[in-house]
């Protein structure tokens, strides 16, 4: 049995995540802590609220004594940490809260599972290992900065952030490297592409061209939307991760990507005519400031060691996810009326 810490479980891949592990493992207990930031929605996990291996905490990863109180009441024995600001576009606006939350953040959730799990020699780190005691951090493909036109992201590639929120999630993933090497604790680190499908905040690419072309909106491209990115279905990164938690060799460092290249603007336009609205929507807006020209993950290391593949085919999984969009207006409806902040009064206010 395994007490595992999911952080950053009310956004979109930590909502997901959940709702498919919390059923998958009953033997398991499962604490979410979460700091419901503007990203954070509890309406994501109404499936298994109620689920008897769930719980819930409102709190922040930056919070010592709060991290160290779940770790003793709850004996927790694995970390898997999604808690982090993630959308590229604040960190360019204000970059403070992306290093305090993704860097200083982690070094707390580190710092407790150190001090809990005493894994100070290497009897011990094995042993600990075998049983799932681990650390795992959910980074991204953005640590390796841009490519050009060819070649791709290995493991091996070197670490080369251009924005603020990917110079965060890199100094994230060295001080989690530097917990493995200097203290011995068990760690993994994943580094995925792109993720798309349900829950996702209205603020990124697909489910922000999906509502401006359902509410007759122009939909904004940046620059000339020939940026590439490889995009990965959300629940091909959970089975991922899954299997990284279960399978994952200590220490190592694992890409996730969807084998998926995609310029913008092909899926700006995919997405119109999945919709039946017209092009003329599309307005090219002025580009992000440093903007990465092109993502692309090389999945081998993941594919032969782990045995995991990804399984969605992009075409299918895009419209499985426009068809969520579609069904669930109300959902977006709540954030953008801010109401969806309202559902977290309602059910925890008074308990
Ligand atoms: P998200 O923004 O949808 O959710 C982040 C969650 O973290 C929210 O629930 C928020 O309330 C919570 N949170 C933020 N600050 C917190 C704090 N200080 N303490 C506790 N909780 C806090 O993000 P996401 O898209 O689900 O991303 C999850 C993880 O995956 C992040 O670490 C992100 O860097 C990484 N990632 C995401 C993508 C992607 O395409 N979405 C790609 C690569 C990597
Ligand atoms: P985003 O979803 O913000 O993810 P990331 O920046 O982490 O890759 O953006 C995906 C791509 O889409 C990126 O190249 C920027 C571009 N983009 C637009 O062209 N218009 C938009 O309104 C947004 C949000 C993104």
Not at 108 to 113: K, S, T
Not at 120 to 125: E, G, I, L, P, T
Not at 317 to 327: A, D, K, P, V
Request: negative net charge.
């Amino acid at each position: 049995m395994s007490n595992i810490l999911v952080t950053g479980g009310a956004g979109f891949i930590g909502s997901n995540f959940l709702n498919y592990m919390v059923k998958k493992y009953p033997e398991n207990n499962f604490y979410n802590l979460d700091k419901l930031t503007y990203a954070g929605n509890l309406e994501n996990l109404s499936l298994i609220e109620n689920e008897t291996n769930y719980t819930f905490i409102k709190g922040d990863i930056q919070d010592n004594k709060l991290v160290k109180s779940i770790f003793d009441k709850y004996d927790i024995t694995t970390v898997i940490n999604f808690a982090a600001e993630s959308h590229v576009d604040r960190s360019i606006e204000n970059p403070d809260i992306f290093l305090k939350t993704n860097i200083l953040g982690t070094q707390v959730l580190l710092e407790a599972a150190k001090n809990k799990w005493e894994l100070n020699s290497s009897d011990k780190y094995d042993t600990a290992y075998k049983n799932n005691v681990k650390f795992i951090q959910v980074s991204t493909d953005e640590v390796y900065g841009t490519l050009g036109s060819d070649g791709m992201f290995t493991e091996a590639t070197p670490l080369n952030p251009n924005s603020p929120y990917s110079v965060s999630k890199a100094s994230a993933d060295l001080l989690v490297r530097a917990y493995n090497e200097t203290y011995k604790l068990p760690i993994n680190i994943t580094r995925c592409s792109n993720n798309y499908g349900p829950h996702q905040f209205p603020e990124k690419l697909i489910p922000l061209m999906i509502n401006n072309a359902l509410e007759g909106k122009k939909l904004p491209v940046y620059g000339d939307g020939q940026q590439i990115r490889d995009w990965l279905h959300v629940k091909d990164h959970c089975t991922a991760i899954d299997k990284v938690y279960n399978e994952g060799i200590s220490g190592e460092v694992y890409n996730i990507g969807g084998n998926n290249e995609k310029a913008n603007i092909d899926i700006v336009k995919l997405i119109l005519k999945k919709l039946g609205k017209s092009s003329d929507q599309i307005e090219f807006v002025t580009d992000r400031l440093g903007h990465d020209r092109r993502y692309a993950i090389d999945n081998s290391k993941i594919t032969s060691d782990l045995k995991w593949e990804p399984s969605y085919v992009f075409e299918t999984g895009l419209e499985e996810t426009i068809q969520w969009y579609l069904n669930n207006q109300n959902w977006t409806k709540h954030i953008v009326t801010g109401d969806y902040m309202n559902y977290y009064k309602a059910m925890y206010n008074n308990r």
